[in-house]
């Protein structure tokens, strides 16, 4: 007898909230990878001189730049906080039978995430 | 030391994947790519977005000499380096993923082609770069 | 006192006359205590003989009730109508999967992939423990490793979640590799290697891109999303040693 096979659709990942926020997880790295084209950028314009890179300074200022910015970062906190989420699912941590909970693996990540970004704004900043 | 450990009984090895993956080169790279952006990027972007344009911490913690000369560094250099490449795998892999999950499974093999061939590219324009920052 | 009544919209789909699935909808009496299985059940019984659908224990552990309920996968015994009263529950057979009829789908991938991991204690040859020699002895940490995803009844609401598994079935599936992973971790075993050619190739772990949706459906918290993770650390760690050390090195 013939069996019938159903079309998945390829809106699927709007059919559930959990479905839609792992696009948008995996949307992050898009703009992410344009950041760090950006950064790129930032690297060509120091080696082209001062008058290069006070330019880019400036342009930096413009509100077109800080809305970009805005956008960029909160999709980049997105996937650290996502990331963060995910790790303790990829290395499993035993002590005997006890399982070291997931939470203490995120919440290591997270200080780490947190105490790294300090110390690079304070030495880019101050040092 | 050679030869295959012997199982008793299954000496067919499942004859139908047989070929190798070489996925785990490509995953490498986004898992290094996924942690470096997590901790490193949302800072750069505070920095690139908000101390610095802002004049924060005054005009001369991002005076060219200082930011030039710092950055020009061998070990800043591929700090750099890596905090820029990797993420560009993270993207290459997930974004072949996306396409794929979209519709587009069945012509995989080429979006992988263009996908990582831009995250290869990528690196080299930013080696190239690197490199000429001196 | 009029009777509570509720609609369910189950999908029909006889092969012998049908050309493509259609919904029929049925008018049931809500109970608090009743299931959707308890509502199919009452269809059968009392308003149309000719509804198919694969049901046994009704209490979560035979995994033969799996059916999307308003598009969730769920176990049937254990989606209580109280919680959709009084919006109509809409059922159909799990995704991914063909139909075969009515509520019923073809299971055979399912179970070819479940064969294909080798769901059994591999012994190297020389190594077997003779009858004489007494079990194989296991600490409580050893069972530890490997129990959660022992406890997966086969139910395939996971393949349902999974997009990567809807849109291309030639993924083994999460399952499917939890079971794996309940031998590999299980010190008893010696097959990892063996697995691993299954599990470490394209249509195994790599397929998977986490959406972790596996893991969320599952009735008996398996978390298979887990287990494939760690296959593919583990896949990476081999892939690496045997492009470093070709010539042997292996592990376990």
Same mark, same amino acid.
């Given at each position: 007898m013939k069996s019938y096979v159903r079309r998945y659709p390829n809106t699927w990942w709007l059919n559930k909230s959990s479905y839609f926020f792992f696009m948008v997880r995996e949307f992050t790295s898009i703009f992410v990878a344009g950041y760090c084209v950006f950064l790129v950028y930032f690297i060509y314009k120091l080696s082209q001189g001062p008058d290069a890179y006070y330019a880019l300074i400036e342009a930096l200022k413009s509100p077109l730049s800080i809305a970009l910015h805005v956008i960029v970062f909160i999709f980049a906190v997105y996937h650290s906080i996502t990331w963060f989420k995910l790790t303790p699912k990829i290395m499993i941590l035993r002590i005997g039978e006890e399982q070291i909970p997931s939470f203490l693996i995120s919440g290591a990540n997270f200080f780490a995430w947190v105490v790294v970004s300090a110390i690079l704004a304070w030495i880019i900043s101050v040092v | 030391m050679g030869g295959r450990v012997r199982y008793p009984g299954?000496?067919?090895? &499942? &004859?139908?994947?047989?070929?190798?993956?070489?996925?785990p080169i490509w995953w490498s790279l986004f898992a290094a790519g996924g942690v470096v952006s997590a901790i490193f990027i949302p800072i750069f972007i505070v920095i690139t977005g908000l101390i610095l344009p802002s004049s924060l911490t005054g005009e001369e913690a991002f005076a060219f000499e200082r930011i030039h000369e710092a950055a020009a560094h061998p070990i800043v250099r591929l700090l750099v380096f890596c905090l820029i490449v990797f993420p560009l795998f993270t993207f290459a892999h997930r974004f072949r993923s996306i396409l794929a999950d979209v519709g587009l499974m069945k012509i995989r093999p080429v979006i992988s082609v263009f996908c990582y061939g831009f995250a290869i590219f990528g690196t080299i324009i930013t080696a190239v770069v690197l490199w000429n920052l001196s | 006192m009029t009777e509570r009544t509720m609609e369910l919209e189950v999908l029909r789909y006889r092969p012998e006359q049908d050309q493509k699935p259609s919904f029929q909808t049925y008018v049931i009496p809500f109970k608090q205590e009743w299931v959707v299985l308890d509502a199919i059940n009452y269809i059968k019984d009392n308003?149309?003989?000719s509804l198919s659908y694969r049901w046994s224990c009704r209490m979560g552990v035979c995994g033969s009730c799996g059916m999307m309920v308003n598009g969730i996968p769920k176990l049937t015994c254990a989606a209580f109508l109280k919680d959709y009263y009084p919006a109509k529950v809409r059922v159909e057979p799990l995704n991914g999967f063909p139909i075969q009829r009515d509520l019923v789908i073809v299971m055979d991938d399912f179970i070819t992939k479940l064969e294909e991991i080798k769901p059994w204690i591999i012994r190297k040859e020389g190594e077997e423990k003779s009858l004489e020699e007494g079990e194989y002895l296991q600490t409580p940490a050893e069972l530890a490793a490997y129990k959660q995803y022992s406890?997966?009844?086969?139910?395939?609401l996971c393949y349902a979640a999974c997009p990567v598994y809807c849109i291309d079935n030639s993924f083994i599936g999460p399952a499917a590799i939890a079971l794996a992973q309940r031998y590999n971790m299980d010190s008893r075993d010696q097959g990892r290697e063996i697995r691993q050619e299954v599990i470490a190739s394209n249509e195994g772990v790599w397929e998977c891109t986490f959406v972790g949706e596996c893991s969320r459906v599952c009735p008996k918290n398996v978390d298979p999303a887990a287990a494939i993770q760690r296959g593919k650390v583990s896949g990476t760690i081999d892939y690496f040693k045997s492009v470093i050390i070709p010539w042997g090195g292996r592990r376990k």
């Open positions: - | 299954l000496d067919n090895l &499942g &004859g139908i994947r047989m070929s190798k993956s070489n996925e | 308003i149309d003989g406890m997966c009844i086969n139910c395939m």
